[in-house]
């Protein structure tokens, strides 16, 4: 009896990326072991999205690496909520706010904010590591802001967070809208002269980190480069390009001997 599932061409793909392509077919159908690998990957992400982020174990595996921690909320006060009303999860709870200006830590350089967003699973999984190749990469003067913990948070609320603090440069790591195959991806938002109200293209972006997806010192270098490079030049977003595979391409033909004249 010949099998009932037919081949796609390009299976050999599949070895390379973890999309979903060359699923073959079973008549019309997909055969049953891809639907339930599908069933499995939706469940994944809406189980990303919904869970609760474990606040005091990042806290605690953020205190051994030496971070200072703070924590704070949106004014979005469950997950329901959170979805339904994206603007509150922009804006900073009251209370946290005023916990969070007696610490007085007014005119840093970089204020960090860690927030679920919509995949707890990436920030828990992503960030202590992410922030431990990055501690390497900068200057060892350079001023943080307590790390702050943000639930229910979108990306914008760093820029409040990191107005209250004074900072030059707020950084949102962020848990990402779960993909089918990528539930755990974290986001990297900068923004220069953070405030209130500052559309997108105020920005800079990475995507994506993750050890499947852009690996943690990988994101390191260029968040690091793209750090250095807005605290020089006094900008972000759309005026200031990530040009740090330029920097790796220069630190490697200043190593190569030279050529015989």
């Not at 755990?184 to 900068?190: A, C, F, H, K, T």
């Amino acid at each position: 009896m010949s099998d009932a599932v037919t081949p796609n061409p390009w299976a050999q793909w599949r070895s390379a990326t973890p999309a979903r392509l060359a699923l073959g077919r079973a008549g019309a159908g997909m055969p049953t072991d891809e639907t339930l690998r599908f069933g499995w990957a939706h469940a994944m992400a809406r189980d990303a999205i919904h869970a609760a982020l474990d606040v005091d174990a990042l806290e605690a595996t953020l205190g051994a690496q030496h971070w200072e921690v703070a924590r704070a909320r949106s004014r979005a006060a469950d997950r329901t909520t959170y979805l339904r009303r994206p603007d509150l999860g922009r804006q900073l709870d009251e209370e946290d706010d005023g916990r969070l200006r007696a610490i007085g830590r007014y005119g840093c350089d970089v204020c960090v904010v860690i927030g679920d967003g919509l995949s707890s699973l990436a920030v828990a999984r992503h960030a202590a590591p992410l922030l431990a190749a990055l501690r390497s990469q900068l200057p060892a003067d350079t001023r943080f802001s307590p790390m702050v913990i943000a639930t229910q948070a979108r990306v914008a609320l760093a820029d409040e967070v990191g107005e209250l603090f004074g900072a030059m440069l707020s950084v949102m790591l962020i848990g990402e809208r779960p993909g089918l195959s990528s539930p755990d991806s974290l986001g990297i938002y900068l923004t220069h002269s953070p405030k209130r109200g500052l559309n997108d293209s105020a920005r800079n972006c990475i995507s994506n980190v993750r050890p499947e997806g852009l690996p943690y010192e990988a994101a390191a270098f260029k968040l690091a480069w793209l750090m250095r490079e807005s605290l020089r030049r006094g900008l972000t977003g759309v005026a200031l390009k990530d040009e740090s595979d330029l920097a790796v391409l220069e630190q490697r033909d200043a190593r190569r001997p030279g050529l015989p004249g």
